[in-house]
């Protein structure tokens, strides 16, 4: 089965300070990776993806992230975060198939202080 | 002109009552799905219908019973209400036949057992 495991329960960042949070997922097969961001309040939106090509993606707001298939990681990066990223952080897996739901890590929250 | 959305946003109730969560998305997706948020913010499957027929059934008590009557609808029926029930529960959609789509989420009702 598959199972995300992102290692930062509560990260506290001051602002314009550099950002990773790390994510690993247990999967051997080809695999869709996913970060979401939900900000306080709000539903979850999509951040980044990577199906294949570039293992080094790039979404909304200045978040990136590098797919680095023999460490099963998949890590969201920021050079310079601001008080509005604060919010959690989802990882998020499914494998390349038909039929498999998309399985989330159990967050980071992170909080930027100004 | 919301993509997906959930009604009702807050829901409080008492314990073995029977309650309803409607969701409807106007995205034209085929596949639908219910999540659940626990108060960790852990988000973990419950189900997942493809043009109202039922494709993911994770482990998940039978008081939960989806109903979709449409692909554009997906409802929640949950009976015999416990206090671990409790949590806030997101629908989704996803686009057809492209199983590595992003997830689009609704604002969540947030279930409140008593």
């Known amino acids: 089965a598959q199972s995300v495991s992102q290692h930062n329960h509560h990260v506290i960042l001051s602002e314009a300070a550099s950002l990773e949070l790390g994510c690993n997922y247990s999967y051997g097969g080809t695999v869709n990776l996913f970060w979401y961001v939900q900000y306080p309040g709000q539903h979850l939106q999509l951040l980044l993806k990577?199906?294949?090509?570039?293992?080094l993606v790039k979404g909304i707001k200045g978040f990136e992230a590098e797919f680095i298939k023999s460490k099963f990681s998949f890590n969201l990066r920021k050079p310079s975060v601001q008080w509005s990223d604060t919010a959690e952080y989802f990882c998020a897996v499914n494998a390349g198939q038909a039929g498999t739901a998309l399985i989330f890590g159990k967050g980071t929250t992170l909080s930027v202080s100004s | 002109d919301t993509a997906v959305s959930q009604t009702p946003k807050y829901l409080v109730t008492q314990m073995g009552n029977d309650k309803s969560i409607k969701c409807e998305q106007n995205?034209?997706?085929?596949?639908m799905y219910w999540y659940k948020q626990d108060s960790k913010k852990f988000l973990k499957i419950m189900f997942s219908?493809?043009?109202?027929?039922?494709?993911i059934n994770e482990t998940v008590p039978n008081r939960f019973s989806p109903k979709s009557p449409d692909k554009a609808h997906l409802n929640l029926h949950i009976n015999s209400l416990e206090l671990g029930d409790s949590a806030v529960y997101f629908c989704?959609?996803?686009?057809?036949?492209?199983?590595?789509?992003?997830?689009?989420f609704g604002n969540g009702t947030r279930l409140t057992v008593t």
């Open positions: 990577y199906f294949s090509g570039d293992p």
């Open positions: 219908y493809n043009n109202k027929e039922l494709i």
């Open positions: 989704a959609s996803s686009p057809p036949g492209t199983y590595n789509s992003p997830l689009h």
């Open positions: 995205l034209g997706h085929d596949t």
